[in-house]
């Protein structure tokens, strides 16, 4: 396990510089999950995020706005969850651990609100006084509530909420695997494998290159490492597999697979390498079938003689 990690201190008005664009980035990677909610629910909600950023002990009351897109009166309530993203589909999971849940709380109970009308639900944010600095990602819903005499699970719609605590904060990731599936090669195709494990408090966006180096020290493949620039959430881990194409049975021999990324406002630093053996079939086979053919002549002549 390799780690490369960094403390780094972030004061507001720097998270105020850089937020934007990354909560821009995040919510467009996870729109597509978020409208496949907002397409199941009967009404919309507004804004489709909020970035906070907020001292320990600060508190702050957010606005969510509700549009009842049915003929009939909508019944609605607040709701809070966390997500992490499940490191085999890039998806959003909701239903997550985080302590942040209990800091964000519907402080304005049920509403009702009539056909074509909106209303609001308020959410309150209490940062405890010893709240750890980082970053939380959270969901606020608005619920759909089951009619009167009625019994099941209403729809929900939500926004994004990037609640981010002030102060110090620590990069931190660490690479659990870097391998190929064989140190055989005999058919110039295999596929590596990579999982990157953010044991920070903020996400990181890993970038770099996987490059396959023959015994003459000359570059025959690179991969890109993370061409759709995705976040790695803290206590998320990111897998990856990657699949090189066919190698030129020039590069018979000893292969050198290499990692190299960089993460971070500080642009830290992760490298490693794995070692194959390239023995192609194309060159292997004819050689294999002249020396069976040799040892079965000789043998042949042995008997004979």
Known sequence: MIKS???LRVYRRDWKKGLPFISIFICSFLYSVFFSIHSAAAFTITPLRHTVVLDPGETKELPLFV??????PLTVSGEVDAFT??????QAVFGAKDEAKNWVKPVSGERTVEPG???ELEFAITVPKDATPGAHYLGIFAKQSPGPGTV??????????FLHVSGSVREELVRDDFSADSR?????????????HNEGTIHVIPQGEIQVVNARDKVVATLPLNSESEAIYPGSKWRQVYHLEKISWTNIGPLTIRLQTQYGITKQVISDEVKVWYVPMVV???????????????????RKV
């Open 152 to 161: 099941g699970i209403g729809a929900r719609a939500g926004a994004l909420l």
């Open 85 to 90: 993203i499940d490191s085999e589909t890039g």
């Open 117 to 119: 009308q909106h209303g």
């Open 184 to 196: 055989w090669l005999f058919f110039g195709s295999p596929n590596i494998f990579l999982q990157l």
């Open 67 to 72: 549009v009842n897109d049915e003929q009939q």
């Open 284 to 302: 292997v086979g004819p050689v294999v079938v002249v020396v069976v053919l040799l040892s079965f002549f000789v043998v042949r002549r042995t």
């Open 5 to 7: 990690n960094f403390a």
